[in-house]
T-cell receptor
Framework: AQSVTQLGSHVSVSEGALVLLRCNYS??????LFWYVQYPNQGLQLLLK??????LVKGINGFEAEFKKSETSFHLTKPSAHMSDAAEYFC??????????FGTGTRLQVFP | EAGVAQSPRYKIIEKRQSVAFWCNPI?????LYWYQQILGQGPKLLIQ????????DSQLPKDRFSAERLKGVDSTLKIQPAKLEDSAVYLC?????????????FGQGTRLTVV
C-alpha cells in the first residue's frame, strides 16, 4: 500500500527566501512521486515527477525535488520565493498502478 | 490544446437532493478520473475509467454515487441523495494512458455545498 505525509499544513516565507515543502512517503514497491500545485479556484497542475533515474528532479517555475530512498522523502524546494508561488502544494505517490495517492497538502504563503 | 472542462463550477443543494457533474476530458485521452477533495484534505480517487469501462471504483460510495462514460469521452458523476458530508470539490482529470508516471491533467473542479 502507498501513503504520503506532508509535514506542515501551512508554510510562510518572505519573498526571495528559500522554499522547502516536506513530503515523506510509504510504498511497498518502488514509488513514482509527484508534486502538484493548486492555485485558488483552479485544478491541480503538475510541477514535477520522479519515476526512475536521476534522483534530483527539476520542474516548472524553478522548483526541484530530490528523491531520497533512505529517508523515504521527496521534499520540494525553490531557492527564491516569488509572490506568485503562493498556492497549495500536494505531494502524491503511485505504486504498481497509475492510481495517485495524495497527501493533505501544504499551503504556501509568501510575504513581501 | 483545450484542457479538461467541468461544469458547473459551483452548486449549492439541500441534503437529500440529487446533483450531477459533467466532465469533458482532453481530446484523445482514454483515461478519466473523478476525485473528491474535501476541505483540508488531498484529492481522493472516486472512480477511474479506461475508455467507457470502469477500472477502479473501490472508493465510490455506490449507494449514493454513480458515474458513467457512455461513449468513452464525456463523463457524468451523480449523487443521489446528497448528504452534508458530500460537500467538497469534485475534480475530473484525464490522461493519455494508464502507464505509471503519465501526467494527469485536472479540470478546475465543481465546488458542491450541501446545506
Amino acid at each position: 500500500a502507498q501513503s504520503v505525509t506532508q509535514l506542515g499544513s501551512h508554510v510562510s516565507v518572505s519573498e526571495g527566501a528559500l522554499v522547502l515543502l516536506r513530503c515523506n512517503y510509504s510504498s511497498s514497491v518502488p514509488p513514482y512521486l509527484f508534486w502538484y500545485v493548486q492555485y485558488p479556484n483552479q485544478g491541480l497542475q503538475l510541477l514535477l515527477k520522479y519515476t526512475t533515474g536521476a534522483t534530483l528532479v527539476k520542474g516548472i517555475n524553478g522548483f526541484e525535488a530530490e528523491f531520497k530512498k533512505s529517508e523515504t522523502s521527496f521534499h520540494l524546494t525553490k531557492p527564491s520565493a516569488h509572490m506568485s508561488d503562493a498556492a497549495e502544494y500536494f505531494c502524491a505517490v503511485s505504486g504498481n498502478t497509475d492510481k495517485l495517492i495524495f497527501g493533505t497538502g501544504t499551503r504556501l504563503q509568501v510575504f513581501p | 490544446e483545450a484542457g479538461v472542462a467541468q461544469s458547473p463550477r459551483y452548486k449549492i443543494i439541500e441534503k437529500r437532493q440529487s446533483v450531477a457533474f459533467w466532465c469533458n476530458p482532453i481530446s484523445g485521452h482514454a483515461t478519466l478520473y473523478w476525485y473528491q477533495q474535501i476541505l483540508g484534505q488531498g484529492p481522493k480517487l472516486l472512480i477511474q475509467f479506461q475508455n467507457n469501462g470502469v477500472v477502479d471504483d473501490s472508493q465510490l460510495p455506490k449507494d449514493r454515487f454513480s458515474a458513467e462514460r457512455l461513449k468513452g469521452v464525456d463523463s457524468t458523476l451523480k449523487i443521489q441523495p446528497a448528504k452534508l458530508e458530500d460537500s467538497a470539490v469534485y475534480l475530473c482529470a484525464s490522461s493519455a494512458s494508464r502507464d505509471r508516471g503519465t501526467e494527469a491533467f485536472f479540470g478546475q473542479g465543481t465546488r458542491l455545498t450541501v446545506v
